[in-house]
T-cell receptor, first 111, second 115 residues
Framework: DAKTTQPPSMDCAEGRAANLPCNHS???????VYWYRQIHSQGPQYIIH???NNETNEMASLIITEDRKSSTLILPHATLRDTAVYYC????????????FGTGTRLQVFP | EAGVVQSPRYKIIEKKQPVAFWCNPI?????LYWYRQNLGQGPELLIR????????DSQLPKDRFSAERLKGVDSTLKIQPAELGDSAVYLC?????????????FGPGTRLTVL
């Protein structure tokens, strides 16, 4: 699996959009970009994934650049409950292999 | 739908003692994973099961760690004897049939402290 690079920490005001970047310059053509988050004292939670088109679900939006070398996870209206470590992972779909987590981005949402 | 269940949530033991963690995956999920998460790090895979079969245990320290998944449902991870460096959170995850879109669903983890 390709490696990813994320900033170690970010802050965001409550109610504002949180934009979390991820670089994955060595991503392969069959690899998807996945985002998970881990709230304190909980296991990681799946957020969203995508291949090359922008994706949106009830939790977040995922914007992937045209060359697929980077992506941004957007939480449109951050709340205090969104405070967590966010992990960007690339892996092939239909792959039951392990998830390779980096150290992620610690997002702190403040009032 | 119930999530992945793990027990205990917390465990404190002295070094050289044995310890066991239990996981019940989401019903119908054939693939089960055990991860270990050290403080400040992302989770790292210890072992992956497809039904009853351990298909990837390359990262499992086999001298002291063992795991089983009898009947292809719940699973137990054991450490004997525990060392100070085993202090970590042990996470269990499961995922559905590989022919469908894959996400891994994680349990809350067991926080192990070895004194």
């Amino acid at each position: 699996d390709a490696k990813t690079t994320q900033p170690p920490s970010m802050d965001c005001a409550e109610g504002r959009a949180a934009n979390l970047p991820c670089n994955h310059s060595t991503i392969s053509g069959n690899e998807y970009v996945y985002w998970y988050r881990q709230i304190h004292s909980q296991g990681p939670q799946y957020i969203i994934h995508g291949l090359k088109n922008n994706e949106t679900n009830e939790m977040a939006s995922l914007i992937i650049t045209e060359d697929r070398k980077s992506s941004t996870l957007i939480l449109p209206h951050a709340t205090l409950r969104d405070t967590a470590v966010y992990y960007c992972i690339v892996r092939a779909l239909y792959n039951t292999d392990k998830l390779i987590f980096g150290t992620g981005t610690r997002l702190q949402v403040f009032p | 739908e119930a999530g992945v269940v793990q027990s205990p949530r917390y465990k404190i033991i002295e070094k050289k003692q044995p310890v066991a963690f239990w996981c019940n995956p989401i019903s119908g999920h054939n693939t089960l994973y055990w991860y270990r998460q050290n403080l400040g790090q992302g989770p790292e895979l210890l072992i992956r099961y497809e039904n009853e079969e351990a298909v990837d245990d390359s990262q499992l320290p086999k001298d002291r760690f063992s795991a089983e998944r009898l009947k292809g449902v719940d699973s137990t991870l054991k450490i004997q004897p525990a060392e100070l460096g085993d202090s970590a959170v042990y996470l269990c995850a499961s995922s559905p049939d590989f022919q469908r879109e894959i996400t891994q669903y994680f349990g809350p983890g067991t926080r192990l402290t070895v004194l």
